[in-house]
Structure formats: C-alpha cells, structure tokens
C-alpha cells in the first residue's frame, strides 16, 4: 500500500510564520550580524593587547568566536542560570549582575523563588518523594555517593543490576544495561553498532548527542525530513539502488534512527509508520526515548505504548533516566546478545565510571511507584496528572493566541518567539514577575525559529498553572508574541496561513 506524503514538517514550520514575522526577524539578525563586523574592524584596529603565544594560531578564532561575543554575549544573563533549590514545581534561582555590560556575571546573595516551566521533571521524582528519597539515603548509606570505578573494573553493584532487570522488563525488551550520562549513552553506543560500510539514516531534528554518535562512527550518515516516513523511504530505496559510495556494494547494515518525543518540538514520533518502511526495507530501528519514557503512554512506558508499537519491532530502546524519573545516566535495551556485545565494546561501559548506586537506586524506586509497587496509586496519578496539566496548558496558549508546537499529550511545549529581541525580552519578563523559562535560539534551532521551551510536571497544580498563563499572556502583550487572533482554531489558523501565501 502506497504511503501518505505529508509535506515536511520543517516546511510547515517555516509556512506558518507571519511574513512581517520572517522580515524582521531577517532584518534583526542582519543587523546584528552588521553592527557586529562593525566593532571587529574597529577592534582589530585598535587592538593592543599581545598574545602569550607568539607564532602560535589563535584557539579561538574571531570567526568563530563571533557569535558569542557579539550576539550570545548581550544575552547570556537569560542562560545559565545559577539554582540554589530541588527543582520542584518552584525553583529557587540565584539573581546575577553584570558591571561589563554582560561579559562577566556575577552572583549575588539573593535568590529569586519562581514558578518552575524549565526542568526535565515530568513525573515530580526531582524533589523529595515519600517512598524514594527514604530508599535513596539508605542505598547512599551502604554504597557510598559513588563507586569511583567502571562498571568493567569493580563499579557493577546489586543496585545496577537489578535496575537493569527491572528496566528490561519495564519497556519489553529482553535485556538492558545502564549508564552514567544520558547523552554518553548515545554518543558511545551508536559509533560500536555500525562503522564501515553501513549507513545510518537520522532524523533531521535528532538530539545532539545521536549526531556526535553518527559523526563519531566511520558509517555513511544520510538525513531524511524530519518526522516524515514517506521521505525516508525515498532515502532509503536511493541508498539501496546506489549502495556503498565507490564500489556500490550493499550495505553492511542500515539503522534508522528517531526519537520518541523530539525535545525542541514536542513532537511525538510516527513511528508505526516509520517502523513499516524500515521493515520493509530490512533497516534496524534505533529509538531514543529520552524524553517520552516515563511521559506518556497509559503506564509510562513510552512511545510504543502510547502509539501500539510492539517494543520487538525496535531492535535498540535507548532512554534516560534524567527525564521522568528525578535521577541521571541512561539505558540500552536490546537482545541478550547485543546488550552482551555492548558491554565489552561500548567505550562508557568500559570506561566511565558508574552510575552513582544513590541515583541507581532513586531510579528503581520511581519505577516502582510508577509500577505500582508502593502499593499505592500514586504512579498512576502522576501519569494521569502529567497528561492533564499538558494538554490543558497547551491548550490555553493556543487559545490566547500564541503559536505553539508540539503533540497533545507532550509534557513539551515550545512557544516561538522568531525574532531575536523577543528572546531576551521573554525570559527577562518572565523572571522579573517569579516565572522561570528556557528560551532557546540559532544556531541550537534554525534562524527563524527561536522559541521559549515549556516543560510541564505532574508536581505543578491547576493553580500554578494559571499563574503562568496569566504571566505569560501578560508578556506576550508585550512582546507582540500572539500571532493569531484570541480563541482561532488550529484549522482556522492553516486557513488564515494559506489566504496569507496567495496574497
């Protein structure tokens, strides 16, 4: 049966952007960009500091270092900043001050308590639980805060491997193993999956850490359009007909790569259909479930659950632990015999030191509440909550106006800003009236599309969340960020592009 062909999710981004949107946004960084070239002439000719290192080329080349001192630089007091608290449903943040006009901050003494739209902590596990933390001091009690060696070489504890087990069965794999840093799961395993001769096809919107993996292996990388199963099937019969670059010989081993949730998008994965084409095509599916382990599906256990994709049709589950359940490092789940392989060639299994036994055992624990195995009801609450509180925050910003990507059911919400002023202006705004928010722009998204990031808890109540709302609707007055007319529907919204396209 032939596939549907959606456009390009990234050209439906970039289509709904008001046209006065995308000219001054255009202008602003052209300006920028201008005014920024400007100060260099002037600074080289009036340069008269000399470097320690006569002869040598420069570390940081001005090129490069461009946009850090002339755009990051006037805006670095919105990242970065400093907490003094759990991050709970408020969080307390530490308020800076800068004498150099943004180059050099400094903390102060005095903290800020806000309303917390910014931390990974989709199930409330960040702060203390009832049932986890009196587990987590016990399992620090008796292992210590770390066990100051590789799993490999003495740092494999009884903690490891029954959250190892646990895991396995908590997504429907056979087997898993853990790691200490969630993006070292990824960076480190997908270099010793495939090398050369074998191609790997990535997702155009994949995390940072799948493409440090890709670049760090001597595979073939292709890209195909993000989340749009009908060009990837295009990419993949062009491979196949082509085979290896060179010789045309066929590939070793082609793996697709998506994500369950993609965290600058809140975009759920349509994976039913991908998962067809790489069947059909004989491609091994590589699934990064960061974000939606934990998040979604009637009992958390992601999008294969939410989605009804059998976990057996996905050759590696790779998740973290920082997500949805308060603790950090990440996992693989697989077959006994690859989990087996991975365990003597992956560098952070080897290498790296273990996973702290204190946030092994805060994992295990949030497991089991999920799982119900507190013997209380709470897991499912929570889940419950999470679904709620998005789908109904989500739901207001797109009432008032504003335009707001993701999925229903993604605790992962982002707010676009476009142009580069409204960056700074937001999350100022924001924090000036006790909201905290994450704002992200170029070069981590494309130029156009800068956005403030959203991230909604279980732990925040229907309270908080009207607080925010009535903050943020205040500052997008402000900063001209509604978009749309109050109260437009989402197909009024597509007409309303389409009659601005004809114009």
Not at 35 to 46: A, E, K, N, Q, V
Not at 167 to 182: C, D, E, Q, S, T
Request: hydrophobic share 40%.
């Amino acid at each position: 049966m032939a596939m549907a062909d959606p456009e390009p999710e990234k050209e439906q981004e970039l289509a709904k952007i008001p046209y006065y949107v995308a000219l001054t946004t255009y202008f602003a960084y052209g300006l920028l960009f201008v005014y920024g070239h400007f100060r260099d002439f002037f600074r080289s000719l009036m340069k008269t500091e000399k470097s320690d290192k006569v002869g040598y080329a420069p570390l940081c080349r001005d090129f490069e270092d461009f946009y850090t001192r002339r755009l990051y630089h006037r805006i670095q007091d919105c990242f970065n900043r400093p907490i003094a608290s759990a991050p709970n449903r408020t969080i307390d943040v530490i308020e800076r001050v800068s004498y150099d006009n943004n180059k050099t901050l400094f903390r102060t003494n005095n903290t800020r308590t806000c309303l917390n739209l910014g931390s990974y902590n989709y199930l409330g596990f960040a702060s203390h639980d009832e049932y986890c933390t009196p587990h987590v001091v016990e399992a620090l009690e008796k292992f210590a805060t770390s066990t100051c060696a590789s799993q490999i070489n003495g740092g494999y504890t009884v903690l490891h491997e029954e959250l190892e087990q646990i895991i396995a069965k908590f997504v429907g794999k056979p087997a898993a193993m853990v790691y200490g840093m969630g993006f070292a799961t990824n960076s480190t395993t997908i270099p010793v999956l495939v090398g050369k001769g074998g191609l790997i096809i990535s997702d155009a919107l994949n995390h940072s850490s799948i493409v440090a993996g890709s670049r760090g292996s001597t595979a073939k990388v292709a890209v195909f359009q993000h989340n749009t199963p009908s060009h990837l099937e295009q990419v993949l019969r062009e491979a196949i007909s082509e085979g290896q670059p060179r010789t045309h010989r066929a590939w070793k081993k082609i793996i697709v790569v998506v994500e369950g949730i993609y965290s600058m998008e809140g975009e759920l994965c349509r994976l039913k259909e991908i998962v067809a084409v790489a069947k059909k095509y004989k491609a091994y599916i590589y699934l990064d479930e960061a974000h939606s382990i934990g998040a979604i599906g009637k009992t958390g256990r992601g999008i294969c659950e939410l989605l009804g994709v059998d976990p057996a049709d996905i050759d590696v589950m790779m998740g973290t632990f920082t997500k949805s359940f308060g603790s950090c490092g990440g996992y693989i789940a697989a077959s006994e015999d690859l989990v087996k392989y991975l365990r003597y060639t992956s560098p952070a299994h080897i290498y790296a030191t273990a996973m702290s036994p204190p946030a092994v055992q805060q994992v295990i624990s949030a497991l089991k509440v999920i799982l119900g195995e507190d013997n209380s009801d709470r897991g499912a609450k929570k889940l419950a909550q999470v679904r709620e509180n998005s789908n109904f925050f989500r739901d207001e910003l797109r009432k008032m106006g504003c335009e707001v990507l993701g999925d229903e059911g993604s605790p992962v919400m982002p707010i676009m800003l476009y142009n580069p002023g409204k960056i700074p202006a937001f999350s100022r705004e924001c924090l000036k009236r006790n909201v905290a928010v994450v704002t992200v722009a170029f070069p981590a998204t494309p130029l156009l599309l800068s956005r403030a990031r959203i991230c909604i808890s279980a732990s925040h109540t229907r309270e908080d969340l009207e607080q925010a709302l009535q903050v943020i609707s205040e500052v997008c007055d402000m900063c001209h960020l509604k978009y749309f007319p109050v109260g437009m529907t989402e197909k009024e919204k597509a007409l309303l592009t389409e009659k601005e396209k004809s114009l």
